[in-house]
């Protein structure tokens, strides 16, 4: 039986970074990756550029994973953007910081991050398995003593990482492994769901407005008619609903209500640069100025062409309506359109198509200071697995290399006192 200090299952950003972390404290580790190639999701990351992590100081940045966020802080106190940053370019990726506090590769190449990582395992001697699924974590008396791989062979040691990831993009390898693998141990697997993942509506204009991107618009996320979070950038308009990064960004707690058989909605400002009485102000000058015009025409100084006509079908206003004769009621109804486009959400597209998922091994059973299993001797999580998520921005990622990092000091270190 082939003997290793330590076990990493998933050859992710959390996976490679805890494999190289434990080789680093001195631990013999093995990589376990059941696809082909490492690091496949990292190179599909931000559209191919990967978005490594945010330049935002450490308590703004739990903020962003909501409630669970706090859980986070050992982690990035042992290893944040500072670190990461420092190692990849030590490695030969140059990382430059672009708007929004978001690093990337200065390549532009999502596959740089991949190949740095590589090299820094393959120097570290971890030995790394490919094509090579793990089927069973071997336990006895709640103590990790090895892997049962695809092939019936049994491998020995002390310490397994479960870094397999979550269930968005499958065709990287991302098929809920890790939450089968915890379960079998005991463990409390949070329902996961899609999360960072385009949104549904059965609204009839949808189709009508297909292809549509609105830039500069504020949005905000209404639940049974309560606002509950807003957001300023660019949405997307899909024959299904609505994606871009408003749509996006919206979708995690938009999904938790849906969940929750709450009503959904998504109310749109057009034009926040102007308040109702300046957008009306806005509007009677068009009017006047251009009094032979229709209101049909009028609106072209103020909406993208596929707007206009259900603008006026929801405000029940005539396209040929000449500007000279247009009633103040009817200016009123625009007005407060353009400030609250409506559309209403029914669900989310699957896993195929979202960033991250959100659920997965409760938070409670796993210790913040080593990423240690408080159930399981020898067991440690880290990355997509727990319970843990962000918006887009880079730090779902930084979450994964933390937690990846600091499992596998953690691991090694226990490791090792178990041969002293």
Known sequence: MKKYDVIIIGAGAAGLM???????????????????QTGRKIGIS??????????????????HFGKNGKFLRQAFSRFFSKELVELVESLGAD??????????PTSGKALDIVEALN??????????????????????DERIYGVKIA???ELSCSRVVIATGGLSYPKTGSTGDGFSFSEELGHTVVPPRPALVPLTSKDSFIPEISGLDLRNVQAQLL????????????????????????????????????????????????????????LDARLIRDLTTNYKDTIKTILRGLLPQKLIALCLHDCQIAPQTAAGTFPAAMRKKIVHWLKNFTVTINGHRSYD???????GVSLKEVSPKTMGSKKITGLYFAGEVLDLNADTGGYNLQAAFSTGWLAGKSAASFAKSDHS
Not at 353 to 359: F, N, Q, R, Y
Request: charged fraction near 20%; charge should be positive.
């Open 46 to 63: 931000g559209k191919g550029r990967c978005n490594l992590s945010n330049s935002a100081e450490l308590p703004e940045f739990i903020q």
């Open 119 to 140: 090299f820094w395992i393959k120097g570290t001697g971890v030995e790394v398995y490919r094509s090579a699924p793990v089927r069973k974590i071997l336990v006895s």
């Open 95 to 104: 990382v430059t910081l672009e708007r929004g506090g978001r690093f990337f």
């Open 223 to 278: 639940v049974d008619n309560k606002k509950v979070a807003s957001h300023f950038g660019e949405i997307s308009f899909t024959t299904f609903g609505v994606a871009g990064p408003i749509g996006i960004g919206l979708s995690g707690q938009a999904i938790d209500a849906l969940h929750k058989k709450q009503s959904v909605q998504i109310h749109i400002d057009l034009k926040p640069a102007l308040d109702y009485q300046k």
């Open 353 to 359: 198509e979202a960033i991250i998922t959100a659920g």
């Open 151 to 153: 092939d019936g062979e």
């Open 18 to 36: 805890a494999a190289g972390a434990a080789a680093q404290a001195g631990a013999h580790v093995a990589l376990f990756e059941k696809m082909q």
